[in-house]
Nanobody, 115 residues
Framework: EVRLVESGGGLVQPGGSLRLSCVAS????????MHWVRQAPGKEFEWVAT????????YVEDSMEGRFTISRDNHRSTLYLQMNSLKTEDTARYYC????????RGQGTQVTVAS
């Protein structure tokens, strides 16, 4: 059974940082392209970042480029999203997904950026 468990969200002030984690199980993590997506209240899902199975190639959405970094530890079957210089518009529930950015996802972790 595919399982994705996100954690690390919380309430942070604008300009702050958070590191999200996603622990994967039930599939070959090291052979799978992984993604982060997010959904703000009342909005559609939005792609955030993608990383290749080996972690050598990654892409981040333009508005988050330079602030967000996606990484992975294949030995721990864990995906990460380091988020710096957070803005109020980054408030959303963040999910990790596998294969495609609309693929299977976990329950998500809430990130709220507010003063």
């Amino acid at each position: 059974e595919v399982r994705l468990v996100e954690s690390g969200g919380g309430l942070v002030q604008p300009g702050g940082s958070l590191r999200l984690s996603c622990v994967a199980s039930g599939f070959s993590f090291s052979n799978t392209i992984m993604h982060w997506v997010r959904q703000a209240p009342g909005k559609e899902f939005e792609w955030v970042a993608t990383i290749s199975n080996g972690g050598t190639t990654s892409y981040v959405e333009d508005s988050m480029e330079g602030r967000f970094t996606i990484s992975r530890d294949n030995h721990r079957s864990t995906l990460y999203l380091q988020m710096n210089s957070l803005k109020t518009e980054d408030t959303a529930r963040y999910y990790c997904t596998k294969d495609t950015w609309r693929g299977p996802r976990g329950q998500g972790t809430q990130v709220t950026v507010a003063s």
